[in-house]
């Protein structure tokens, strides 16, 4: 009978142990309160942290080794340098060879990287007859010099050394240079110039000297048998200022003593006026003429040798 004889099926428990304890322990719930999620986070940053430090930790020595290995293989980053063995040299112009060496001096066994070839440069282009220069290396052995060159418009007798006249060239810009490798007869073709005196007597800078060569250029091609009698350019009423009018500048040749062209004026049209009224001059038999005037407006006047002017043209 359930409950009768000593023990005998009994499910009671003896001993300190219940029947809780029989049942088991509950569970232990996961608290997921803020708090506990903040401690959470901090763990897993602390983690992160600590392994980005031994990553680079770790890359650190592989640098540090890697370094120390290639100290002893540096590596060449110049170009090997070699002596110089050519010079290219060009120009639009007329200097000679010969004429750079009096320029550039290298000495014997100089290297391509030991050129200065900024200061060369500055020194070809401190050349009055040099405009611009440029220098290249050209690998493995070459130097490569290119030089734009001053053209000749005019020339000009200056005072040299003991009072002595010296031929001097002038360029469009004005510039003033001694002309080096021209030939004769190209000079020969230029005209002299007769410069502007400034109100302090000096005749720099020549200004205008643009204008005196579109004119000269015109004749060249309009009137290439006038051209070849014009011996001197005037400038004395020239200022070559272009904010003052009613400047002329004056051709001096072996025909006509004194051809005025006005400086502002169209030089094609005076230069067909020029013509007519020479052809009307040999058509009347070549009488002496002193002066023509072509800066009239719309018209040119002509004086003659006898005194006679006609100003119809």
């Known amino acids: 009978m359930i409950g ?23 569970k232990r719930k ?7 999620r903040k401690r959470r986070r901090m763990k897993l940053v602390k983690l992160a942290a600590a392994f980005l430090v031994l990553c680079a930790l770790v890359a650190s020595v592989f640098w540090i ?4 290995k ?30 750079l060496g009096t320029v550039i001096q290298l000495g014997k066994g100089t290297t391509m990287m030991e050129v200065d070839i900024h200061a060369m440069k500055q020194s070809l282009e401190n050349e009055p007859q040099v405009i611009s220069a440029s220098v290249e290396r050209v690998f493995p052995s070459s130097l490569k010099i290119s030089i734009k060159e001053h053209e000749p418009v005019l020339r000009i007798a200056v005072q040299g050394p003991g009072g002595r006249p010296q031929r001097r060239i ?15 007869a190209a000079l020969a073709s230029l005209p002299f110039v007769e410069p502007y005196r400034h109100s302090n007597g000096n005749i720099r800078p020549l200004q205008g000297i643009d204008q005196v060569a579109a004119l000269l250029a015109a004749a ?25 009018s009613g400047e002329v ?44 005037d072509l800066s009239l407006r719309g018209s040119a006047a002509v004086q003659f040798s006898s005194g006679r002017i006609i100003s119809s043209f």
């Open 220 to 244: 060249r091609r309009k009137q290439p048998e006038i051209f070849r009698t014009w011996k001197v350019v005037s400038l004395k009423h020239f200022s070559g200022n272009p904010t003052l």
């Open 170 to 184: 002038v360029a469009r810009d004005g510039t003033i240079y001694q002309g080096i490798g021209y030939p004769k």
């Open 249 to 292: 500048i004056e051709v001096r040749s072996s025909y006509v003593p004194r051809i005025i062209f006005g400086a502002s004026s169209d030089f094609g049209r005076q230069l067909d006026r020029l013509k007519v009224i020479l052809d009307y001059v040999r058509a009347k038999g070549n009488p002496s003429m002193e002066r023509i």
């Open 30 to 36: 996961r608290v997921n309160s803020p708090q506990a």
């Open 4 to 26: 009768s004889g000593k023990n005998k099926g009994s499910t009671s428990a003896t001993g300190s142990q219940s029947w809780r304890e029989l049942a088991g322990r509950p």
């Open 70 to 99: 290639n100290r002893e293989d540096p590596i060449q980053i110049s170009t090997p340098s070699r002596e110089i063995e050519q010079i290219i040299f060009e120009t639009d112009g007329v200097l000679p060879d010969r004429w």
């Open 65 to 68: 080794a890697s370094a120390v």
